[in-house]
């Protein structure tokens, strides 16, 4: 049987028909909907001969056994934020199900194929991303506080986890899963609006963005509206405005997708009688090059210091959370473009902005690409998120035609 995208569309419908109700999907990780789901990927997957196995951080492996161990990943996340999309996550899953049935139908493969079902990507009952994938990473360092994290409902982490066959203490043990490993690769929707603005289905995605998170607090003097003439302030939220349009100048300077966001600013006192004592800011930065998310993170902080000098006041920056840009692979860029350009003609390479699995894969020294497909209005994590039929059709044939040439250059 050949490939047939149309019946990726016609599953991910019925998936959506079974987890989602008036308000999105709701496959949320570690819940009874979100097991739902992944029963009815098993059922999906019966009938290729991959056998499944579920690992210690949870992970669904769906595997294919081929002449060699060495393995070629697809890989997805079919849980979803509350109230999310049908496509975030689940459109690799569903997809690499086709795939694997048209790899299956020919015969026994030279590499071994495995689907991955990665365990709660989205992180959004406990505010930790990247589960599943970041235990088989080995990167996942961060256990003891995962213990003491509770949901909204007061249920503890290490028992929600449990309620699915999970134990904190081993999901580490889900590292072995990489070990075979070859290369990685996975499909998912942009989230975002560059490949619609371009009028383009398709686009090979580079890395994601590097990311650095600061509060940075400006310090004035609170004085009083009315008898404190304009030249004898020490105003604290000028330097927060000035600022603000500052960082905008450095990432239109600094291009190549920089951006740069001033998420927020908290004054005191915060009345309307009082020149602002204290203006304190959060600042992320992000860029897919390195050595250019350092420069801009030293221009803001230039920026900031010749402003509090030029307002007399003071500033003080703190580092919130940061994360080194992780590039994917050069090799599988080029066949993931080819594999683009032969469904599509044209092909795009563009950086993500958010994290995703392949990142964790890619961390973990796994050669990794990713494939990006439209997304509308560039909205997801909203029951709105929506791909044109044609376009995930397309995307379908993308991620085959990119298992065969990676197939083929790994056998050589
Ligand atoms: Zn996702």
Not at 271 to 284: F, G, K, P, R
Not at 390 to 412: C, G, M
Request: hydrophobic residues 40%.
């Amino acid at each position: 049987m050949p490939l047939d995208p149309a019946r990726t569309v016609a599953e991910l419908r019925e998936l959506r028909e079974l987890t989602e109700d008036e308000n999105g999907a709701q496959r949320v990780a570690w819940t009874d909907t979100w097991e739902q789901a992944r029963e009815w990927l098993r059922g999906k997957v019966a009938g290729t001969r991959a056998e499944e196995d579920v690992d210690a951080a949870g992970n669904q492996w769906f595997t294919l056994r081929g002449r060699s161990d060495r393995a070629l990943l697809i890989g997805g996340h079919i849980d979803s934020v509350p109230n999310g999309g049908w496509l975030d996550g689940s459109l690799n899953v569903v997809a690499g199900v086709e795939v694997l049935r048209r790899i299956a139908e020919e015969g026994t493969p030279e590499l071994t194929i495995r689907l991955v079902n990665w365990a709660d990507e989205e992180g959004a009952r406990f505010g930790r991303s990247l589960f599943g994938s970041s235990a088989a990473a080995g990167s996942m360092a961060d256990q003891d506080e995962l213990r003491s994290r509770v949901d909204a409902g007061g249920t503890a982490l290490p028992d929600a986890v449990a309620a699915h066959g999970v134990d904190l203490d081993r999901a580490l043990e889900a590292h072995s899963q990489l070990g075979s490993a070859a290369a990685y690769l996975e499909l998912h929707i942009e989230q975002g609006p560059v490949l619609e603005s371009l009028d383009l289905p398709l686009g090979v995605v580079l890395g994601t963005f590097g990311v650095e998170r600061h509060s940075i607090i400006f310090r004035g003097q609170a004085a009083h509206a009315g008898s404190t003439p304009m030249d004898q302030r020490r105003d604290a939220l000028a330097g927060a405005s000035r600022l603000e349009l500052e960082i905008r100048e450095i990432a239109k300077r600094t291009g190549g997708g920089a951006v740069c966001t001033m998420g927020g600013v908290v004054t005191k006192p915060g009345i309307v009688t009082s020149v602002v004592e204290t203006a304190e800011c959060l600042l992320d930065q992000r860029h897919l090059d390195a050595a250019a998310l350092a420069s801009m993170l030293e221009e803001a902080k230039r920026a900031s210091e010749r402003i509090a000098q030029e307002e007399n006041i003071e500033v003080e920056w703190q580092r919130i959370w940061n994360i080194q840009p992780i590039l994917f692979d050069d090799a599988l860029i080029d066949l993931a473009d080819e594999a683009i350009r032969e469904t599509a003609g044209t092909s795009h390479r563009l950086p993500s902005g958010p994290l995703h699995d392949a990142a964790e894969v890619a961390r973990a020294g796994v050669p990794t690409v990713m494939l990006f497909v439209q997304s509308l209005r560039g909205l997801s994590h909203t029951k709105l998120e929506d791909t044109k039929e044609e376009h995930l059709e397309l995307s379908v044939q993308a991620l085959d035609r990119l298992a065969t040439k990676t197939l083929a250059r790994l056998s050589k």
